[in-house]
């Protein structure tokens, strides 16, 4: 083999491919060729060199950290978006029940008329249906305050649930005319909604002032 013929193999066996050569013949003919020693030498220096430079990789950690904080901000405002939607729906809805509530209330009210035995009762009753009504428009129009009105709801929708059933098991009244009391039902669902997606709304600032904290 000539000189070029081993420094093409010895080149392909450095670049990992097949020399063409049996590695016995090329060290052979390194031991006798002073020069292709030389080369082979000066080959393999350049090669480990290239090898091992350290390649420039561009630092990504900037925008990397920024697109995942405008990602977390964009699902933020979509959760936040999506909470202001119920709650403006749960308080039309409480407003709604409240202002049905006063169109039924108020007529027994002023004319002292209703399921009572006589006007007076009815009229008693009349008025705690308005008060009522009243504390729900205040949710509605405040809905931070929802929260407070939840515990008067519940404990007034329980005990018409109760006497109510009580009061159809013993005959002395019937479920047609019990089917009024579910609005208290409803209207006590609506009130606790509304509380908890309020509530749900100022959690995100807080979670924002807490690393703030000491």
Do not use: K, Y
Request: contains cysteine.
């Amino acid at each position: 083999m000539t000189c070029d013929d081993v420094r093409a193999a010895l080149s392909a066996r450095l670049d990992g491919e097949d020399p063409q050569a049996a590695p016995v013949v090329l060290e052979a003919h390194l031991l006798g060729c002073p020069g292709c020693r030389a080369w082979s030498a000066r080959a393999e220096e350049v090669t480990r060199l290239v090898r091992l430079q350290a390649v420039e990789v561009p630092d990504l950690t900037a925008p990397v950290l920024a697109a995942v904080a405008a990602e977390e901000r964009a699902a933020e405002q979509a959760r936040a978006a999506a909470r202001r939607g119920r709650r403006q729906v749960l308080r039309v809805a409480v407003a709604v029940a409240a202002v049905a509530q006063l169109a039924i209330a108020l007529p027994i009210l002023l004319a002292g008329t209703g399921v009572s035995v006589d006007p007076h009762t009815s009229r008693e009753m009349a008025s705690f249906d308005v008060a009522l009504a009243v504390g729900f428009v205040l949710a509605a129009w405040r809905p931070e305050r929802a929260r407070a009105f939840v515990p008067v709801a519940f404990v007034l929708a329980v005990c018409l649930a109760g006497t109510s059933v009580v009061d159809i098991a013993n005959s002395t009244t019937a479920l047609v005319h019990e089917v009024g009391h579910l609005a208290a039902v409803v209207q006590a669902g609506l009130l606790w909604a509304l509380g908890r997606v309020d509530g749900d709304a100022d959690r995100p600032a807080a979670r924002a002032l807490a690393p703030g904290r000491g």
